[in-house]
């Protein structure tokens, strides 16, 4: 006889962390959007198909939706209070994923500009920003 007392016993690994399913996808080229899955496992796209077969532990309906990779913001001033807001969620929720900033002449670093540039990164290293900054 066979006993079924954990539930644990039948968990089936996901593949992913993340799918996206049947997104319009805008891949960056300028290409047309086309119909696809993106399968997201850490921080890296694992898989783009038009059906990726594998479950994510979790996934997202995106059928009549845009899916495009984040956003470059070439002139950004997104850096103004990201030491009171790590998450920089007024930059995130654009979909904006890099920020370059100090593009004005001037820039968060002051001083001898080797040195205090190494700071500054060093310092922005150790907020873990929700975003990539480039100066």
Same mark, same amino acid.
């Given at each position: 006889?066979?006993?079924?007392?954990? $539930? /644990?016993?039948?968990?089936?690994?996901?593949?992913?962390?993340?799918?996206? +399913?049947?997104?319009?996808?805008?891949?960056?080229?300028? !290409?047309?959007?086309?119909?696809? %899955?993106?399968?997201? !496992?850490?921080?890296? @796209?694992?898989?783009? *198909? $038009? #059906? &990726?077969? /594998? +479950?994510?532990?979790?996934?997202?309906?995106? #059928?009549?939706?845009?899916?495009?990779?984040?956003? @470059? %913001?070439?002139? /950004?001033?997104?850096?103004?209070?990201?030491?009171?807001? $790590?998450? &920089?969620?007024?930059? &995130?929720?654009?979909?904006?994923?890099? @920020? &370059?900033?100090?593009?004005?002449?001037?820039? +968060? *670093?002051?001083?001898? *500009?080797?040195?205090?540039?190494?700071?500054?990164?060093? /310092?922005? %290293?150790?907020?873990?920003?929700?975003?990539?900054?480039?100066?």
């Amino acid at each position: 006889m066979l006993a079924f007392g954990a $539930p /644990s016993l039948f968990r089936v690994r996901a593949a992913h962390d993340l799918v996206i +399913r049947g997104g319009t996808v805008f891949d960056g080229t300028g !290409a047309d959007g086309r119909e696809l %899955d993106v399968a997201v !496992a850490g921080s890296t @796209i694992s898989e783009v *198909a $038009p #059906r &990726v077969t /594998s +479950r994510g532990r979790d996934e997202i309906d995106a #059928r009549g939706l845009a899916v495009s990779p984040g956003f @470059i %913001d070439i002139h /950004s001033h997104g850096d103004g209070n990201m030491f009171e807001d $790590p998450r &920089v969620e007024s930059v &995130v929720r654009q979909g904006i994923t890099t @920020i &370059v900033a100090g593009v004005d002449g001037s820039s +968060r *670093a002051s001083g001898e *500009a080797e040195k205090s540039f190494a700071l500054l990164f060093t /310092s922005i %290293d150790q907020l873990r920003p929700g975003c990539n900054v480039a100066s």
